[in-house]
C-alpha cells in the first residue's frame, strides 16, 4: 500500500546534520509516511550515513551528477508515492508532530499547501550580525524548509522551475495560489541550525538577487520592491558609503568575526546591485 505521505528532502554535503533530521522525520506521530532522499552528488560522506539506517520507509537516490535545487526538486516529486508531499532540508530537524500538524490543516481547510513555522537555531536565540539568518516565524515565505503541498497541484503546475537556483520554493507558491490557498500553521515546526556568514557567502547570497528580477517578470512578485527600486536599502548604501554603520546600531555585535563583516556589507550592496541590472537587460525589465 502506498503512504500517504511523502516528505522530500534534496540534500547535499550534509553528513553533519542528517541523521538527526531523519531520525526527527522517522520518530513522527503520524507514521504513514515515506523518505524520498535525492542526494545532489555529494562529495563527503553523506551517503554512507544514509545507507546505515535500516528502515524500509527511506529512500534513497543519488544524482550522477550536480544538478542543482529545482532539477533535483522535481526528480524527488517523480519519486514520491504520496499524495501528500512533505519538504524539508537535510540540515533541519522536524517537531515530532510535524507531519500529524499538516495533515490535519490539510483537512480542516481543504487547502492545497500549508506553510509550517522555522526556527533559527531556537525560539530564544539572539543572532549576531555574522548569523546568516534562515527563519520563518510568521508564513508569506514559503520556504521549503517547512512546506507541503498535495501532490497533484505541483504536478499540475509543471514543478519548480529549473532556470531558478534560488527562490524556487517561493516561485513555486505563487503558482499555487493561482489555484487554490496556502494555510500557515505556527504549530508545524521546524528548526534550522546556526550557520555562520563567510564573505564568500555574502557574495553567494548577493549573486541570488538577479533571481528576484526573474520572480518579478514571471509573477508579478513585489517583495522587497519600493517603486522600481530593488532592495531599497541596499541601493541607499551605495549612494552614501555611511549608511554601511548603521547596522552597528540596528545589529548585535559580539565577536571579531561579525566587525569583520563590515566592509563586505558595502560590497555585498554593489555585487547585488550588478546582478540586479544585468538580470533586468536580459530579462528587459526596468527595475533600479
Not at 490539510?106 to 539568518?133: A, M, N, R
Not at 499540475?156 to 529549473?162: R, S
Amino acid at each position: 500500500m502506498a503512504p500517504a505521505v511523502s516528505v522530500v528532502m534534496c540534500i547535499r554535503n550534509v553528513e553533519i546534520s542528517i541523521v538527526a533530521c531523519i531520525k526527527s522525520i522517522l520518530e513522527q506521530t503520524f507514521e504513514n509516511l515515506e523518505i524520498v532522499i535525492i542526494d545532489d552528488f555529494s562529495t563527503d560522506s553523506t551517503k554512507q550515513i544514509i545507507q546505515k539506517f535500516n528502515d524500509r520507509r527511506i529512500r534513497y537516490f543519488r544524482n550522477l551528477e550536480w544538478l542543482g535545487i529545482s532539477k533535483s526538486r522535481n526528480i524527488g516529486v517523480h519519486q514520491a508515492n504520496g499524495d501528500f508531499i512533505f519538504f524539508t532540508d537535510g540540515d533541519c530537524v522536524v517537531s515530532r508532530n510535524w507531519v500529524e500538524q499538516g495533515i490535519e490543516f490539510f483537512k480542516l481547510y481543504d487547502c492545497l499547501g500549508v506553510e509550517g513555522k522555522i526556527y533559527y537555531v531556537s525560539t530564544d536565540f539572539e543572532p549576531t550580525f555574522s548569523d546568516c539568518i534562515l527563519e520563518n516565524r510568521n508564513g508569506g515565505n514559503f520556504m521549503t524548509g517547512n512546506m507541503a503541498y498535495r501532490k497533484k497541484i505541483i504536478e499540475l503546475i509543471g514543478g519548480f522551475d529549473e532556470k531558478l537556483d534560488y527562490l524556487e520554493d517561493r516561485d513555486v507558491a505563487l503558482r499555487v495560489l493561482n489555484h487554490g490557498k496556502i494555510i500557515f500553521n505556527p504549530n508545524m515546526i521546524v528548526h534550522h541550525p546556526r550557520v555562520m556568514m563567510t564573505p564568500k557567502r555574502y557574495m553567494q547570497i548577493a549573486a541570488r538577487a538577479r533571481n528576484r528580477v526573474y520572480l518579478f517578470k514571471k509573477n508579478g512578485e513585489k517583495k522587497y520592491l519600493l517603486g522600481r527600486i530593488l532592495f531599497p536599502i541596499d541601493f541607499l548604501k551605495i549612494l552614501f558609503p555611511p549608511l554601511i554603520l548603521s547596522s552597528l546600531l540596528i545589529k548585535k555585535f559580539k565577536t571579531i568575526d561579525d566587525y569583520k563583516l563590515i566592509p563586505y556589507n558595502y560590497l555585498y550592496a554593489i555585487i547585488e546591485r550588478l546582478n540586479i541590472w544585468e538580470e533586468c537587460a536580459k530579462l528587459k525589465v526596468f527595475l533600479i
